[in-house]
């Protein structure tokens, strides 16, 4: 019964938030809205990641290359004159099949192994676009001009966040999560009991990919201007990756709260000219303080705490 209340009433506290957020446009001030933007799109990768990196066990530091298929899939076909919006479920379906497709062989790959192998794939397609003519090469893409409309971005992003967390929440408690956790767990043990650990993985990665992607092609749209180095970014990869963990990775939350925290040290250091490039250090030496003193991330302390409030009362009843 306590459980089904505090589902009931954890329930009721997203709703009411998301229809906050979506009603934003019409509340706040346009900077206010621009950074939810940000924080929405940063929570679409860092919980999306977290489906593969945090149920799975398999750190990928190659995700931009999963929003920079979606952007460039979104950019080439608007110039052709399709509407983005259109452009978006390609999207999806060309990231989900490009992670298929570097996923069968690097999934053969276990621990740091499968982590270089993914920068290299990350790096590869960055060169690639860099270097071929129809993607604009090194100077990028611009979007069309009737293409831009960020009320509606807005709402697609936010409704996207709202995705990706409800799709992970599922996940997590469907047979595809148990595997995931029994291959992050003991890989060896998970397939000795009929667990077929690539086909696990590959359909986490394919959904994660999925998702990164569309976060690609509404960044396309927002921003109007795509580039190889800022959607194959390899800083963007490490941190869709640094999100979860700081939040605390394998959990539903850990991902959000994160993608909060970064996303305003980031939106705020942006700001400053003198410390435009440093969000990363900054962040980095957050992770490494969670790290040491609690491996588990923001959610692993707040349980903590938690435990220790309810231990004083039952501790001075006792003595």
Known sequence: MTLRIHSRRDTAIAVAALLVLLAAPKIFPRGVVNDLWSVAFAIVLAASWNILGGFAGQVSIGYSAFLGIGAYTTALLSLKGISPWLT???AAFLGAAFSVLIGLPTFRLRGPYFTIAT???????????SGVSF????SGLR???DSYDFVSN???????????VGISWVIRGSSLGQALAAVRQDIDAAEAVGIDSTRVKLRAHAISAAMVSIAGGLFAMNFQYIAPGSVFDFRLSLSIVLMPIVGGVGTIAGPIL??????YMQIKLLSSPALRDSYL???GGLLMLIMIFEPKGLVGLWMRLRRSVRRAPAAEIAA
């Open 88 to 90: 978006l479920p390609l």
């Open 119 to 129: 920068i290299g794939v990350s790096e590869a397609v960055r060169v690639l676009a």
């Open 135 to 138: 993607t604009g090469g090194s």
């Open 143 to 145: 979007m069309p001009a």
């Open 154 to 164: 807005y709402v697609a992003i936010v409704l996207l966040a709202a995705a990706a």
């Open 258 to 263: 994160g993608a909060i925290i970064f996303s």
């Open 281 to 283: 250090f900054i962040y």
